[in-house]
């Protein structure tokens, strides 16, 4: 991992999104008065016909992508974390997910990392609002080659889906070579003194810090769960044998997020197979 | 297609979306929304009902079922919505106000609608709630229960007496 090459997953969302837009017609994308943020304007000047911008009325974006889908398009919905899921969240829920609809809800500047447009815009409950409906797939990328795989991923995956991007600048963690599955977290290292889960942009923190504690004798290992749900039990019971702590860190509330996955995961799985 | 699983307040937005992809697919479809008068109380309709005219949906027909009775109560009451054709036209739509039990004009205007051009029509169709059944009529309270035995076969002999297609 390379730390003076970076880039904001938002940026790697609107660049796969344009480039699929080639191939694939049926893309169609939303946003809110926010794609220069949020970079779906890189399809929409390429895509003109097939980009709409809804105004700032994220509610009515929602349902309209959900009627969209309904015609055989594939509507990628665009806005921040808090108002995509924070304020259409009853939209997100009955008109996409409860019809299980195949609408791409995609949505950047999430968690603290926002930095200065302060606390109303830093959502750190999207996850834990989106894991709890039914039919939603919750993605939540590090970094550039991630984010390119799983914004064309969800492209080909029937159903709603949610995908988590951040506004900050983050390090190039994968080469092309990486390969990933949705539902499979992506283990870097082999450390036993301890597992440290991340998601996000605390990924490339997390292997900072690993590489920091080799040099003091610790050896740990990262896991990337770019998927929040469905969550990989598996790569849980494995660590939880292997090592003899497990850490999450993410930039969300504990409530809800990474951690509350791997809580529950222990308790059900875990428990039972470790003794 | 029929599309029922919305909840109150975003069925514009989802009429909206299938208008603007038969657009795009050239399908030359039709879509036809209702909408009760209680719910165009939601913020949403109207974001939605901006949707409809910005993108010129003139294969767009929003039919509201104003019978002025919600759960509450009367909507003029609870929250007025009033007056709801001044309002439509301004938001960029062709109005039409008809009596919402007569055959002949819902079929009138279901066909006007189609002539319009380059703008959504809606259709305010004036009806009374629960028509048709004496002690229904007019009453919220039946607004989301079911009759019992007895009640339901007095419904059905009025409704058999009053209307001769049912």
């Known amino acids: 991992m390379n730390l003076d090459i970076t880039k904001a997953t938002r940026q790697s969302y609107g660049e796969k999104l344009a480039e699929l837009g080639e191939k694939n017609k049926d893309i169609v994308v939303l946003d809110a008065d926010l794609s220069g943020a949020t970079k779906t304007s890189i399809f929409a000047k390429k895509f003109p016909e097939r980009f709409f911008d809804m105004g700032i009325s994220e509610q009515d974006m929602m349902s309209t992508a959900a009627g969209m889908s309904t015609f055989g398009k594939i509507p990628f919905a665009s806005s921040f974390a808090m108002f995509a899921t924070g304020r259409a969240y009853d939209q997100i829920r ?14 950047s500047h999430a968690g603290v990392t926002v930095g200065e447009d302060g606390a109303t815009h830093q959502m750190i409950e999207d996850l834990g609002l989106m894991r709890g409906i039914p039919n939603m797939i919750v993605i939540c990328t590090s970094d550039d080659i991630e984010t390119k795989w799983a914004v064309e991923e969800i492209s080909k995956l029937k159903g709603p889906t949610y995908l988590r ?7 190039i963690i994968y080469t092309e070579k ?22 996000g942009v605390t990924v490339a923190e997390a292997i900072q810090a690993k590489e920091e504690l080799e040099k003091a004798g610790i050896h740990i290992r990262v896991i990337d769960m770019h998927t929040i749900k469905p969550i990989d039990k598996d790569i849980i019971v494995k660590s939880a044998k292997e090592t003899k702590k497990l850490i999450s860190i993410e930039d969300h509330n504990i409530i809800g997020g990474l951690r509350k996955c791997h809580i529950r995961s222990f308790n059900r799985r875990i428990s039972s197979k470790i003794n | ?73 009367k909507v003029n009451e609870v929250m007025s919505i009033y007056p709801l054709d001044e309002k439509f036209k301004s938001f960029g739509f062709e109005v039409i106000t008809i009596d919402g039990h007569n055959i002949q004009k819902i079929i009138q205007a279901f066909e006007k609608a189609k002539t319009i051009k380059g703008k959504p029509t809606v259709i305010i169709a004036k009806t009374i709630k629960g028509k048709g059944i004496s002690f229904m009529e007019n009453v919220a309270d039946w607004h989301g229960k079911a009759p019992k035995e007895e009640e339901y076969n007095i419904a059905i002999e009025e409704l058999n007496q009053n209307y001769l297609y049912i």
């Open chain 1, 94 to 107: 009955n008109s996409i997910a409860y019809p299980n609809l195949n609408v791409k809800v995609c949505a």
């Open chain 1, 165 to 171: 991007l951040c506004r900050l600048a983050t390090p």
């Open chain 1, 178 to 199: 990486q390969k990933f599955e949705i539902g499979k977290g992506v283990q870097i290292g082999e450390g036993t003194d301890a597992t440290v889960f991340a998601t």
């Open chain 2, 1 to 73: 297609m029929i599309c029922q699983q919305v909840h109150f307040g975003q069925g514009l937005s989802v009429a909206n979306g299938m208008a603007i992809a038969s657009k795009l697919n050239h399908e030359g479809v039709r879509v036809y929304c209702i909408c009760g008068d209680g719910e165009l109380q939601e913020g949403q309709i109207w974001e939605a009902a901006m949707t409809s005219s910005h993108y010129k949906l003139d294969n767009l027909c929003l039919v509201i079922d104003n019978n002025n009775l919600q759960i509450d109560g």
